[in-house]
């Protein structure tokens, strides 16, 4: 069977797959099983068109690697067959431990990170595939001798962000988080084992970072988002709550199975094969089919909150650089419970919420992104840039609750 497939990706055009066994794991279904994941949550919500998934982010990721591989061997840096096939792999399933919803429901369903069940899902492929994920788990966890490689899959200019700030950014329709990928991708080198960019590549380096600052901003921490992923968050949480209690809920069987239990990662590495059973088994269908289920549930408080992520009647939010207030949020507090009179007093915590997002643009605390220079010096970006980079962390204080009837 020819496995060297041709994908026509929206993105990139025609993307091939380089190694068989790279097919032979998107057709398994624990990587299936991301084409049932949207890529960015609710953000269609706002931009209707962000409706692709892990999968798509996935294969892109997977191209953008190539590319880098053949850049870097073109300047004489060795990667030999086996680490071009592992690091492939690694950036390939990178992702495949994400749950319903991306990032939204990471500690709501389960208090475990997508990175673990991430690895913990390449560990169970490695036994199914006799030993052949040994190298790209090494590489994913940053346990072999050549640094760039992990770098490539974790780090400031890695294939993941290359690809997710293009992708998210074609498909929301929002033009400022597009960047030259495949400009900087050609201007990546390596020195003493790290990654570097060539000199040339600073600007767009800066444009780079400046996207993605933006795309935090504009897309992924855009207020109606966070409102609508917010509401999801409270709704899975009520479920949670209700089903402890040991009310029978109108679920899959794979979405009962982490609702009527808090799951920890020390559960799942108790018992692998049941938890990850259970949960290649959830997806975005199992959370939109709950929601339907909840808008008719006896509790008035689920079936509210359902309603209002079905029917996009979202919440209000208000976002500040500072705290709200003590007065002003009493002041909030009264006005939604004189509309809610019939809602108990504890369900004011789901009906009004507050929190705090943060984004770093650039971290120059670990593995900053390095400019090499023609004389073979090399320097941190942070010290060589014109424009100024934004190296603190940007904090915006939100408030939501309902709308007027």
């Known amino acids: 069977m020819n496995k060297r497939k041709i994908f026509n990706d929206p993105v990139y055009g025609f993307i091939s797959i380089p190694f068989d066994v790279l097919f032979d794991l998107v057709e398994h279904p624990y990587f299936q099983r991301l084409r049932r994941i949207k890529q960015v949550s609710l953000t269609n919500y706002v931009y209707p068109g962000a ?9 892109g990721a997977m191209h953008l690697m190539g590319q880098a591989i053949d850049v870097l061997r073109s300047k004489d840096v060795e990667i030999t067959e086996e680490e071009a096939k592992a690091v492939s792999i690694a950036i390939l399933l990178h992702d495949i431990g994400h749950g319903p919803f991306s990032h939204t429901l990471e500690h709501t369903l389960i208090n475990v990170h997508h990175e673990e069940i991430s690895l913990r899902f390449m560990e169970r492929l490695n036994e199914i595939f006799e030993g052949k994920l040994d190298l790209a788990i090494r590489i994913f966890k940053d346990e072999y001798p050549k640094k760039f490689l992990h770098q490539l899959i974790s780090g400031q200019l890695d294939m993941d962000r290359m690809d997710y700030l293009n992708r998210d950014s074609f498909f929301t329709g929002v033009s400022e988080g597009v960047i030259g990928y495949d400009r900087i991708i050609k201007m990546l080198a390596v020195k003493d084992d790290e990654l570097v960019v060539e000199e040339k590549g600073i600007y767009s380096i800066e444009k780079f970072l400046i996207a993605r600052r933006l795309m935090y901003w504009q897309v992924y921490l855009h207020k109606t988002v966070l409102a609508a992923e917010q509401m999801l968050v409270k709704t899975l949480q009520r479920a949670k709550e209700l089903a402890l209690a040991g ?61 209002c992520i079905l029917d996009r009647r979202l919440f209000k939010i208000e976002l500040k650089n500072q705290p709200f207030e003590p007065a002003y949020l009493n002041e909030v507090k009264n006005m939604v419970n004189g509309r809610f009179g019939n809602f108990p007093e504890g369900y004011l915590d789901y009906l009004i919420f507050s929190g705090e997002e943060t984004n770093h643009a650039y971290n120059i605390s670990k593995d900053e992104i390095k400019i090499l220079f023609k004389d073979g010096t090399v320097s941190p970006m942070s010290q060589l840039t014109d424009f100024g980079l934004q190296t603190r962390i940007v904090k915006k204080f939100y408030l939501c609750y309902p709308k007027g009837k």
């Open 51 to 59: 409706l692709h998934t892990r999968f798509h982010h996935a294969m």
């Open 247 to 307: 009310e029978q809920l109108d679920v899959s069987h794979s979405l009962a199975f982490f609702l009527y239990q808090n799951v920890t990662l020390e559960d799942f590495d108790k018992n692998l094969d049941e938890m990850l059973g259970h949960f290649a088994r959830l997806d975005d269908y199992d959370i939109f089919a709950a929601l339907k289920s909840f808008t008719g549930n006896s509790d008035p408080l689920l079936a509210y909150l359902a309603s």
